[in-house]
């Protein structure tokens, strides 16, 4: 996937670092803003309290 | 292709979607431990600033109608002068996911701080800035300081047990009888266990020992050390 990914970038070695140095990034922060913050609440280690609800 | 050709495509494309799935990991990981803790520490600069504010601005409360606490907004500083210089956070009002993704919470239906019956505060052990983080190295004797507008309230750490996270009766105003007439002044602190853990329920108990009336210049002898340095 990430071989075809670089084949499809287009211009030069260096555009094309750019491009997947901006992609990898966009990858990063769509999880760290959505799909972690979605995740997170299903997990059982952030229970504090003792009402047996979430924490 | 050949079939040797297309082993090798296919044991590639899993290579690389486990490789990714690893590093998805550690990312979820970093974000746990370090980015939602950027978060509650400007959740916490902007209630401690709020605080402040309102600490200056509002006329000292009236003992007998005091004000009402607001869920999400700051009540109160909490200080751990055994856990080091700048162990202190903003307590919030409420124990909502949101409330303590601010820092430690107050359980609304337990004591006012400083009140005769049972503080019960709340914070998240190893997320969110861990506020609660080291608060198994409190021993007996230990100070909890809780500061208000108008008092530095001195509590002595009486014990720490661990129970199931069903154990309500740790919040009762009198801890373990339901019903009973509080006549002492505790703080309980109530965080999870083991560490990384849901498992368990880290419960430390404590009994007010000294209220002081704040003044300019005057704090608490447990904290007296970690202000002046």
Not at chain 1, 21 to 48: G, H, R, S, Y
Not at chain 2, 35 to 41: F, M, N, P, S
Request: proline share 8%; net charge positive.
């Amino acid at each position: 996937m990430y071989v075809w990914i670089w084949r499809h970038l287009p211009g030069s070695l260096l555009l094309r670092l750019l491009q997947a140095l901006l992609l990898l990034t966009a990858v990063v922060a769509l999880l760290m803003l959505v799909v972690f913050p979605w995740i997170e609440p299903q997990l059982p280690w952030n229970d504090v309290t003792v009402t047996g609800g979430s924490g | 292709m050949t079939t040797a050709e297309r082993v090798r495509w296919y044991a590639r494309g899993i290579g690389q979607t486990l490789i990714t799935l690893g590093v998805v990991v550690l990312l979820f990981c970093g974000y746990e431990l370090w980015v939602t803790g950027l978060y509650t520490e400007r959740q916490q600069h902007d209630l401690g600033r709020g605080l402040d504010r309102t600490w200056a601005q509002a006329p000292a409360p009236d003992p007998h109608h005091p004000l009402p606490y607001q869920v999400g907004k700051g009540i109160a500083r909490i200080w751990f002068p055994t856990l080091g210089k700048d162990v202190h956070y903003v307590v919030v009002q409420g124990v909502g996911r949101e409330d303590l993704k601010k820092g430690p919470g107050h359980y609304p239906t337990s004591a006012r701080i400083g009140a005769v019956g049972n503080v019960v505060i709340s914070g998240h052990r190893t997320t969110y800035l861990a506020p609660f983080n080291r608060v198994d190295e409190l021993r007996p004797g230990d100070a909890i300081v809780l500061e208000t507008q108008t008092f530095w309230y001195t509590y002595t750490v009486t014990a720490e047990t661990i129970v199931k996270p069903t154990a309500v009766e740790v919040t009762y105003p009198v801890p373990g009888h339901l019903g009973e007439k509080p006549t002492q002044r505790l703080l309980t602190l109530t965080t999870c266990n083991p560490k990384y853990s849901a498992r368990n329920r880290l419960i430390v108990h404590a009994v007010l020992s000294t209220p002081l009336a704040k003044k300019p210049g005057v704090v608490p002898p447990a904290l007296a050390k970690v202000v002046t340095g």
